[in-house]
């Protein structure tokens, strides 16, 4: 997508965090941890309004709305007078989008077990940066779709193709359907946290980045 330095750093990081996103829906998940009490009471009420554990958070549905409200905290931010690193201002239409790349960074720190509660300042000190460098607005594709809308767009969906690897599914259609949907055939499916995890799966991520960085470097795969 051709997204280059601190904007790559940014889309990295807001993606990653976006990877952990639907599981708000449950009050042990590393975005229900990251601000205490804060995000574990908002987790609490996910899952009671969202249908539970791996139900809206993990449809289509769920994702359109996440990132529904990631494009607006960033049109609202955008609308807002121009705050910049040489001009600190305060201003309420950096808010939702700083509190939303806050939660992300957050998360994405603790599920790397990152810091534990200084991870959660550095996401703030990085959310900081982002909201004041306008990095989160930056178009990424020739459709005009700016980084934090895209990044939460593809981290949820991420999301749900992992968990749906696995012996639960998710529920793609949910509320109209409560069909859970598998990619793999059920022998094969696998259950998180175990050893297919560890030996499979991390092996196989950790070479797709070791490639993706090569290539992205102006090697020849
Ligand atoms: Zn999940």
């Known amino acids: 997508m051709h997204v280059t330095g601190g904007y790559l750093a940014a889309g990295v990081a807001l993606s990653a965090g976006a990877g952990v996103l639907p599981d708000i829906d449950h009050p042990d998940s590393s975005m229900a941890l990251s601000f205490g009490f804060l995000t574990n009471s908002f987790s609490w009420l996910v899952e009671h309004v969202s249908g539970g554990h791996r139900h809206l958070t993990h449809a289509i549905l769920g994702v359109t709305l996440f990132t529904a409200g990631a494009l ?127 030996y499979v799966i991390f092996p196989f991520l950790a070479l797709g980045l070791a490639a993706a960085v090569w290539h992205a470097t102006g090697h020849r795969l």
């Open 72 to 198: 607006a905290a960033g049109r609202y931010q955008l609308t807002g007078p121009h705050a910049t690193f040489s001009h600190l201002a305060f201003s309420w239409h950096l808010v939702p989008a700083g509190l939303f790349i806050t939660l992300l960074y957050a998360s994405a720190l603790r599920a790397l077990k990152i810091g534990g509660h200084h991870g959660d300042l550095l996401a703030m000190a990085g959310a900081a940066v982002t909201i004041y460098t306008g990095a989160d607005l930056i178009y990424v594709t020739q459709w005009h779709i700016p980084l934090l809308g895209l990044c939460t767009a593809l981290g949820c969906a991420i999301h749900i193709i992992g968990d749906e690897l696995t012996h639960a599914g998710c529920p793609l259609l949910y509320p109209v359907s409560e069909h859970e949907f598998h990619v793999l055939p059920r022998p094969v499916e696998i259950t998180t946290g175990k050893i297919a995890e560890t």
